[in-house]
């Protein structure tokens, strides 16, 4: 059974650029919910997403935009990147957006200079 | 809204001490606690989570208490060892229709040889 696998390992970008990262669920997960983690502090939540449709959001700004796909696996979208979107970025995948166990993938760090 | 208090920030104990990780919550209408373990810069491993109707769980050496009416749930570690060493998170879902997780800043634990 493969876990989840999120992709980049690392990005750099600078402040106004678009980014992309990817996360593959566990098999038989179709809920994904993305996570911004500053360094020092816990997880934020970003938004979820079931059954190709978002489920809740956090209180990040609507340049932060996410997809989900057929396959459940998900892509996180951030545009007009600032400084302060530097961070791990985590992906979590689980059986059903009902309070089930949440498994992490690695994370993605990205550095906004 | 839901705040989740993790103190100490950090804790040093000599290997083979058992242990105790305190967190707090200021709601107590939540649906599950989960307690992660998370290494430098990587992301969140799954160690334990305890429904609202349960007050605890085990995992070898691992016991997490939890109870809700005081908004307080425990980590006891056994024996540790200088491998426990890392951040160790916990989180609460609320009811609802979906499982975001609200993080303390997590504990960093340093067990020395």
């Known amino acids: 059974e493969t876990g989840v696998t999120q992709s980049p390992t690392h990005l750099i970008k600078t402040r106004g650029q678009q980014v992309t990262l990817r996360c593959s669920s566990q098999?038989?997960?179709?809920?994904v919910s993305w996570y911004q983690q500053a360094l020092g502090q816990g997880p934020q939540f970003i938004f979820q997403?079931?059954?190709?449709?978002?489920?809740g959001r956090g209180n990040f700004p609507p340049r932060f935009s996410g997809l989900q796909f057929p396959n459940y696996s998900s892509e996180l979208n951030v545009n007009a990147l600032e400084l302060d979107d530097s961070a791990l970025y985590l992906c979590a995948s689980s059986l059903s957006p009902a309070g089930d166990t949440q498994y992490f993938g690695p994370g993605t760090r990205l550095t906004v200079l | 809204k839901q705040e989740v208090t993790q103190i100490p920030a950090a804790l040093s104990v000599p290997e083979g001490e058992n242990l105790v990780l305190n967190c707090s919550f200021t709601?107590?209408?939540?649906?599950?606690l989960q307690w992660f373990r998370q290494d430098p810069g990587k992301g969140l491993t799954s160690l334990l989570l305890i429904q609202s109707s349960q007050r605890e769980q085990t995992s070898g050496r691992l016991n997490a208490s939890l109870d809700k009416s005081s908004g307080r749930s425990t980590l006891y570690i056994a024996a540790s060892q200088p491998g426990d060493s890392a951040t160790y998170l916990c989180?609460?879902?609320?009811?609802?229709?979906?499982?975001?997780?609200?993080f303390g800043k997590g504990i960093t634990l340093s067990v020395r040889p």
């Open positions: 709601d107590s209408a939540i649906y599950n």
């Open positions: 989180a609460v879902t609320r009811p609802g229709a979906n499982s975001k997780l609200t």
């Open positions: 997403y079931y059954r190709e449709e978002e489920n």
């Open positions: 098999s038989g997960h179709n809920t």
